[in-house]
Every structure is written in structure tokens, then in C-alpha cells.
């Protein structure tokens, strides 16, 4: 049979050409139009090739905020993964507790960003904030808004409370997707409980896990609010990780250059980590 | 190698049984003898499965206590009971090689590993995995990954009893036949205790000396294939049992004869006197004798299924089916006769003793 060709169809997927151009090719265009050119206000620009890129690769704030944005994703994916993990085992399978642990743990997802920033920078002052105040209380010296140290703690304590329950609700639906009769099997075969998590838990969980680590190392990459609103980047820039950095860089000091040329990094610097972690993942399952 | 006693035991899955309907096994009160074949049949939801799970400890009984050898281990967990079981689907460890699999009930109760080889490599031999022991236990297809499973019920030799929890359904055809007589050379070679549970006849009546036929938490009948067919002891085994299965059709008794409409049937033996309820007469197929003499009937329809030919027919307005040979002729004005050997007469669906 001949195939009927319709190029008036393809006026059927323009709707979507526009909404995709506008909401990303054109900013997206924009940013590296910026990234390249030079501009004094007045609408002037000049060709500057790639100086702006060159200068961000050789700028040593860039390589501090890229350490910190680093350091901060690695602590979150170690802390939130394995935490997540055993927050999911250690729920309940069935019987009406399910339903409130599920809606516990869907809580903290539920509040705006800026809220949680807004939330943790209250709760943890130290003269009248509950967390801040009980730390003190303790004799440990504690000031999120002037000790790198106590800032660094509050940032990554919050994170931990706003996105751990992501990774416990996505390990929680590969647990309860396993059917009883491995765990039976395990029994009868006289499996401890670390060998029941070893070979049947966790080879069960790897693929939602996948996930969970994809979606918390490209979140946590990119964070932006809630340090912003807790600790605005400080003490000095102790807690500045790459957005928070790059706002500064585009809107506190108007380079915009620099600014444009940073973005187009940070965001292929996400994807390829992003690749490169799907890749090995799921290499690692065709193996096996 | 064990004798296991079912004393009394009941179950109900609700935490506050009150009538038998909230119980899924009623009353088991029954012993498997010690190396014996034993297959559990029945239909879904009978209870047979249930029966399994608390013979290996999955489940603990609400009521009654279960015996290995005499002693009791109604609170003892699966593992302190050392049992083997099979499930429905296979249930292996993706992430290491068949050999492995193999080997983990064994490492997992600290067996030398000098030990675990010779075992594993003698179930591999056994289950015909050898060729892949070294491979991963992902991606193989779904009778292999049921071998595993097997081959981990098989493995060690020193359990009380192994228990298969209908481990073929997953499996095709022709391996079925395969595996249900490895499996019966198996129980002849090492005189496991083993108990199948299926809902499926042929599987039972070829792999079991003894079959335990259940129907709604309750055995109703146990006994050897034969008698299983000749005398089942509940309407429920007559149509279970065999295909066709059982005629049964309301009768009223007396004396030695049965009355069904406008028919008299003569009985083999008069049933005991005094027996009230539903009267039924039982006859399979295979007794009912299609001629020129007996008992009018029309039939409706014959289904030629290769080795004989199924007669079904009208009786007296209740439908009734008939075996005849392969080259036998049906009349043009067709008759029955019951042969009275197979005749059973059930009151209340329990089946009555005949006097001679």
C-alpha cells in the first residue's frame, strides 16, 4: 500500500516548534549570544570569540565554587542515598501505616524552595532559633551566619531534610515491587538479613536508584534557592556554589560575558556527569 | 529425612476468625509418611498452598501443631525446621552466576566449601544446568531459572522434606514431563519426603503415590489414583478427578434401588439405613454403558477426543455424559445402563457406604 504524504501536517507540530523555541531554544540562543560578544550598554556588541570561556576555565573563584559545588553534591549523594535506602527498609510493607508514613515522607517535597531557605534560616539562628539555641545550649559554638563550618552544616542538614524522602520514596516503590516469594525463598534458603539486602534488595532497587542518584546529583548540582536564602553564599564565600556564583557574577556585577560563558559550562558540565553516570549504570547492567 | 504429623491444624489469615468461613484451612488432621510422594490437589483458593507455607514455617498456624519425627516444631522457624521448598514462579539471585545460586542455601548454613562444590556440582549434573554453571542467572529463560530454583530445593540432601508450591506452571509442556519424572527418579533414587501441590490432575496422579485432594480449607479425600476414580469420597473429587468428571444427579433412595424420575436404578448394595440430606448417585463416564437396552436418553452432542469418544446426553432432563470406544457405533435410539460397579451413592455430598 503507498503511504499517503501530507506535508500540511507538519503545520499539526508547530504549536509545539514555537513553545519549545520559545521557552528553550531562544533563551538558550541568547545565553550563548552573550558568551561570546562584549557589550557597553546601548545595545553594542563586539565579536569577542571565546576570551569569556577562557577566562572563566583560568579564574580561580571559578575553580573555588566549582570545588564547593563538588564537595556539596558528593556529601548530599553520600549522606541522602544510603539514609534514603534504610529510611525505605525500615518502613512498614502494609497495614495502615503505609499511607502516613507515605504522606510524612512526601512533606518536605511539597514546600517551596525559598520557604525551606526561609524555614531552616529561622530554625537555626542561634539567638532565637530552635536548632541554632539547642546546639549552643550544648556548648558547641554555632553561628551559620559567620563560621564557614556551621554554615556548611545548616546548608547540607537542610538539603538532607528537603530531598532525602525523594530517594526514600523512590526505594521504597522498588522494595514493595519484589514479591513475597523471594523473600520466602530467601528463608527457606537460610539467607541473613545483610544477604537478603545484598542479592535481593538492593539488585532489585539498582534501577530506581539509578534514578534517585540521577535526579539528586542534577538537583543538588544546580541548587540555588534555599542556600541562597539561608546563608546568601556566606560567611564570605564559603557556602557560593556555581548558580549562586554565576547569579552574582550576572546580575550582582552585571558581567554578563563571563556570566553567559559560565552557564554554558555549568550546563555541560551537568550533562556530561549526568551521561556518564546512566551510561556506567546501565553498562554495568548489560554485563551482568 | 522426616515423618510429618498435621495435628488439628487450622488457619485463618484475619485476626479474629469467628466462623469457618473466615478460616482458609478448616480442619487438616493428617501425617505424611516419611519418604513418601505426596501430592496436595485442589482447586485455587482451596487451601493448599496455605497448608504448604505452614508445613515450612512461612506461616504459623492459628490453630493445631505440625510434627517432624514426633517432635514438635509448630513455633520453630523455617530455618531450625530445615525444609526445602519450591515456589510457583522461579525465584533466583540475578545478580550471581547459576553456580552461585546454587551454592547459597549451603554457604548460608556454613557447609565447607570442598562440600558445597561436589553438592553443586552433582545438582547441576542432576538438573542438567552444567553447561552454565559459570553464566549469570540473569537473562536465562524461565524453565532454566525454575531449574535453579529446583536445584536449590535439591541441593541439600540432609532436609527434613522438600515441598513444591505448583513448580511448574511457568514451565512448557514437554519440559513439564521431563521435569515431573526427574523429579520422580529423584524421589525414588534419595527417598526425599515431598509433597506437591498442584491444581492440575495429571501432574498429581503421575508424580504422587498418594494424593491429598482438598476442596475449601478442608482434605477431603486421600488416597492412591485408583481410588481416587473408582470411589471418590466427595461429589467435589468425582468432578475433579477425571474428564469428563462424575455424573451426579439427585436421586431417592430405596431399599437397593434408586429412583430418578420416571427411572428406577438398580444399586449394587443398599445404603445404610436412616441416611437423610441431598441423596445423589455418582457415576463416572466410564460406567455409564451406552446400547439397545437400559434407559432412553437424546443425545445432544459427541466429541470425538481421539482414544474414545465423549457421548453427551439428556437423562431425564439432566445432562449426562458417556465414554464409548473409538469404533463403537452410537444407536439411532440410544440407552443406558449404569454398570453397577461404578455406582456411588453421596448424601450431602459425602459418600455413603453400600451393603451388600
Partial sequence: MDKTWNNKAWFMVLPVLVLVAFNAIIPLMTV???????????????????????????????HASLLRQFAFTGLILLIEVPLGVAVALAMPRSGPWVAVCLVLMSLPLLIPWNVVGAMWNIFAL???????????AMGISYNFTSQPLSAWFTVVLMDVWHWTSLVVLLAYAGLVSIPDAYYQAAKIDGASRWSVFRFIQLPKMKRVLTIAMLLRFMDSFMVYTEPFV???????????????????????????????????????????????FYTLMTQSEAEG | ????????????????????????????????????????????????????????????????ELLFDGKDVTNLSTQERNIAQV?????????????DNLAFPLRNRGVPEPDVDRKVRETLEMTGLADMAKRKARGLTAD???????????????VNAILFDEPLTVIDPHMKWVLRSQLKQLHRRFGFTMVYVTHDQTEALTFAENVVV?????????????????????????????SPGMNVMPVAVEGRSARLGSQTIELPGAPKAGITGAIELGIRPEYVRLGASGMPVSIRKVEDIGRHKVVRASFEGRDIAAIVGEDEDIPADPKIAFDPAGINIYADSWRVEMGG
Wanted: negative net charge.
Fill in chain 2, 214 to 242: 482438598m476442596y475449601e480449607g478442608e482434605i477431603v479425600q486421600i488416597g492412591s489414583p485408583a481410588e481416587l476414580f473408582e470411589r471418590p469420597k466427595h461429589t467435589f473429587v468425582g468432578y475433579f478427578i477425571g
Fill in chain 1, 32 to 62: 550563548v549570544n552573550y558568551s561570546v560578544q562584549e557589550t557597553f550598554g546601548n545595545n553594542l556588541f563586539f565579536f569577542e570569540g571565546v576570551k569569556w570561556f577562557q577566562e572563566v576555565l583560568n579564574s580561580p573563584r571559578f
Fill in chain 2, 144 to 158: 532454566q531459572k525454575q531449574k535453579i530454583s529446583l536445584g536449590r530445593g535439591l541441593v541439600r540432601s540432609d
Fill in chain 1, 126 to 136: 542561634p539567638d532565637i532559633g530552635l536548632l541554632g539555641y539547642v546546639i549552643n
Fill in chain 1, 230 to 276: 539561608l546563608t546568601g553564599g556566606g560567611p564570605g564565600n564559603a557556602t557560593t556554589f556555581l548558580s549562586i556564583d554565576l547569579v552574582k557574577a550576572a546580575l550582582g556585577e552585571f558581567n554578563l560575558g563571563i556570566a553567559a560563558a559560565m552557564s554554558i559550562i555549568y550546563f555541560l558540565m551537568t550533562l556530561l556527569v549526568s551521561w556518564l
Fill in chain 2, 1 to 64: 529425612m522426616a515423618r510429618i504429623d498435621c495435628n488439628h491444624i487450622r488457619h485463618a489469615y484475619g485476626p479474629h476468625p469467628k466462623s469457618d468461613k473466615d478460616y482458609a484451612l478448616k480442619e487438616v488432621h493428617h501425617a505424611f509418611e516419611d519418604g513418601g510422594a505426596y501430592a496436595l490437589l485442589g482447586p485455587s483458593g482451596c487451601g493448599k498452598t496455605t497448608l504448604l507455607n505452614i508445613i515450612s514455617g512461612l506461616l504459623y498456624p492459628s490453630h493445631g
Fill in chain 2, 87 to 99: 515456589f510457583q514462579f522461579p525465584v533466583i539471585y540475578d545478580t550471581m552466576t547459576v553456580y
